[in-house]
């Protein structure tokens, strides 16, 4: 689960279907270059409590996780070009503050950002 | 886990999840059972490393009263504070959108639950801060004055027409001044709180004027106390252009002791138990020397200190008596401070001190003097007389090459340093052939 974790590339992330997505053991989140959110998995949105459609096309960093929007997470999708990188973090997934692990993606060959979390 | 299935649910989730001001729930020992997100990224901007799990800890360094203020308010329920200021750090840390001043609420519901908002209101604090400094200038501008001076800039920022009073005011004729910038008629104070004129044209130009006072320079050497307004003129070109024709400047002449903005900022830089600066203050003050040691290429030092053991001394002979200790050792500094030194406190009890133009060996020297005065002055308070020590870090600052919040994190360091190699010393210690 950890090495799927760490290890699934962009490419395999994004020639997954829904379905698929919705089998892996973290919470998944696509967002566009504008942050709004493309795709939800069934994880996260357990992890969260809210349900895909509720989610889909909202402002990620500002309804729904305003706690990535800062230097760590929003910021850098806009700065770097290229991401893989894995950082320990705090969330507050149905209001109780949760130590989780991070993993951001992003590169020129992707068509969405992803934000993968590993409770 | 299962999908929620409850709408109501899921909606009071997003309205949390969206709400633009930070909530959460503690106990009364600042244990936190719910927050909202925004909540969790104000937490980050902490110093604090780690879990956010207990919030009165990692507001002590910040905000050491929200403690007392929540375990001493003793009614069943009520209001314990509200839109209390908590100052974070100096205007230039990280990036510039990080939070400087947080405002917080904290409400007792019964014993143990307690809700708490938190919202960064770092601009608004700035905007109120200038608004008040211009009240109080335009407030007594039609009091003792004798006139004004008066004097227009081109957009190059240099005179090109002047009143006679301040040919009077300044000793330079009409001709001379022509050509000249308002710099040019200010004392370059040593202490360095001059800003230069171009950024003063810069914030006119953002803000639409901008005030300073400080010591003005007559042609024949002499000084005055000079209070100088910088007003931007504007052609309106349409409805969201417009094009900068040049600056107006008034400046007038003094008296420097009396004035009600010496007064009015001396209550908002002070801290109410010892006197000392507030942390405001003391970032206020960084901040201005910061620039002009980049203007001048000149360093700065600063030191920091911590009383060791504070939180002994409150546990056995009670808060009380931490408070006369921290009075005690504000009184004794503040007396062994040099002029021009700024003092302040800046955390629960934790001190610091700014050395304009100083390097580091000077700051080393004014931490071991104030930490042999310390370690030997008598601490009076109501059951007995105690002695404290404290440790002290020392870092020095030079211009552009870092941030205020760097030096800070510096002298810092070197603090933690000196507490872990024993308490009651300098870091860096003095050299060998400082050392008598």
Not at chain 1, 7 to 26: C, H, P, R, T, W
Not at chain 1, 53 to 75: G, P, R, T, W
Not at chain 2, 241 to 246: N, T, V
Not at chain 2, 269 to 277: I, V
């Amino acid at each position: 689960m950890t090495s799927v974790f760490e290890n699934i590339s962009g490419a395999e992330l994004e020639a997954m279907d829904d379905d698929q997505l919705d089998s892996v053991e973290f919470g998944v989140i696509g967002l566009d270059a504008s942050g709004m959110v493309c795709r939800y998995n069934a994880r996260e949105s357990a992890l969260a409590g809210l349900r895909r459609e509720s989610v889909l096309d909202c402002d990620y960093f500002n309804e729904i996780a305003q706690c990535m929007n800062n230097f760590l997470v929003a910021q850098r999708f806009e700065d770097e070009s290229e991401i893989d990188d894995v950082i320990p973090y705090v969330l507050t997934l149905r209001m109780r503050p949760t130590p989780v692990r991070l993993r951001l993606l992003k590169s020129s060959e992707m068509t969405l950002r992803y934000i993968l979390i590993q409770r | 886990m299962q999908q929620p299935q409850d709408d109501e649910y899921e909606q009071l989730l997003q309205f949390v999840y969206a709400c633009p001001v930070g909530l959460v729930d503690i106990e009364k020992d600042g244990t936190i059972r719910l927050m909202n997100p925004l909540a969790m990224n104000l937490m980050m901007s902490l110093s604090t490393d780690g879990m956010a799990t207990n919030l009165l800890k990692a507001l002590q360094n910040y905000a050491p009263e929200l403690r007392s203020l929540v375990q001493d308010f003793s009614a069943k329920r009520g209001t314990i504070c509200s839109n209390h200021r908590i100052y974070l750090g100096p205007e230039d840390t990280g990036s510039s959108d990080a939070p400087k001043v947080l405002s917080c609420t904290i409400v007792k519901l019964k014993d143990e639950r307690y809700v708490v908002t938190l919202a960064d209101v770092s601009l608004q604090v700035r905007q109120e801060r200038r608004l008040r400094e211009a009240e109080t200038w335009f407030g007594s501008l039609l009091e003792g004055v004798k006139d004004f001076g008066v004097a227009s800039l081109g957009p190059d920022g240099r005179i090109n027409a002047v009143n006679s009073t301040l040919s009077l005011q300044t000793g330079y004729d009409e001709s001379e001044l022509n050509g000249l910038s308002v710099e040019d008629l200010m004392e370059d104070r040593p202490e360095g709180t001059l800003l230069s004129t171009a950024h003063r044209l810069e914030q006119a130009r953002k803000d639409g004027w901008h005030l300073d006072e400080g010591w003005g320079s007559r042609q024949n050497g002499e000084r005055y106390w000079c209070q100088s307004l910088i007003a931007v003129c504007v052609d309106e070109l349409s409805n969201d252009q417009r094009s900068i024709r040049g600056y107006t400047v008034i400046m007038r002449e003094v008296e420097r002791r009396d004035t009600d903005m010496r007064e009015l900022k001396k209550l908002l830089q002070t801290d109410h138990l010892t006197s000392a600066y507030n942390r405001g203050a003391f970032f206020d003050a960084a901040n201005r020397e910061h620039i002009s040691s980049q203007r001048l290429g000149r360093p700065f030092a600063l030191v920091t200190f911590d009383i060791d053991h504070f939180k002994l001394i409150n546990d056995s002979y009670g808060h009380g008596a931490g408070d006369d200790a921290l009075r005690t050792i504000s009184k004794v500094c503040i007396n062994a401070v040099r002029p021009g030194h700024v003092f302040a406190r800046i955390g629960g009890e934790e001190f610091a001190i700014i050395l304009p133009g100083a390097a580091l060996e000077e700051a080393v020297e004014l931490a071991e003097s104030l930490r042999k005065i310390i370690a030997s002055t008598a601490i009076v308070t109501q059951k007995s007389t105690i002695y404290v020590t404290a440790s002290f870090g020392c870092a020095e600052g030079l211009g552009a090459q870092q941030s205020v919040a760097s030096i800070l994190a510096d002298a810092d360091a070197a603090l933690y340093q000196a507490k872990r190699a024993g308490r009651n010393r300098t870091a860096p210690p003095l050299t060998a052939n400082e050392t008598q």
